[in-house]
């Protein structure tokens, strides 16, 4: 009863930019972290950044002061805006939220289906 749909994925040029979205809905009481994965062909998927619901962040090394993470509490909803990209960007991403449902007391993790980036020349 919780569901999690990205957007703004595609193909961009080295040194573009993307924005994606990720909106959650359903049975959510509330939602703690939010956050941003990202997993390459061959490769394990990794941390891409975090952020609580008190707005602190957490960013991988390999995208500090490139990609910036936010998020509109009234619409369940995180960004990424992904800067200065570059070719060793190009995965999957998906987005990810720890949620309380209604009812619970509980919480659980959620993922979205993710969002293809590809950066290419």
């Known amino acids: 009863q919780v569901q999690l749909v990205e957007s703004g994925g595609g193909l961009v040029q080295p040194g573009g930019s993307l924005r994606l979205s990720c909106v959650a809905s359903?049975?959510?009481?509330?939602?703690?972290?939010m956050g941003w994965y990202r997993q390459a062909p061959g490769k394990q998927r990794e941390l891409v950044a975090v952020i609580s619901s008190g707005g602190n962040t957490n960013y991988a090394d390999s995208v500090k002061g490139r990609f910036t993470i936010s998020r509109d509490h009234a619409k369940n909803t995180v960004y990424l805006q992904m800067n200065s990209l570059k070719p060793e960007d190009t995965a999957v991403y998906y987005c990810n939220a720890n949620v309380r449902r209604i009812g619970r007391v509980f919480s659980d993790d959620y993922w979205g289906q993710g969002t293809q980036v590809t950066v290419s020349s």
């Open positions: 359903g049975s959510i009481f509330r939602i703690n972290g």
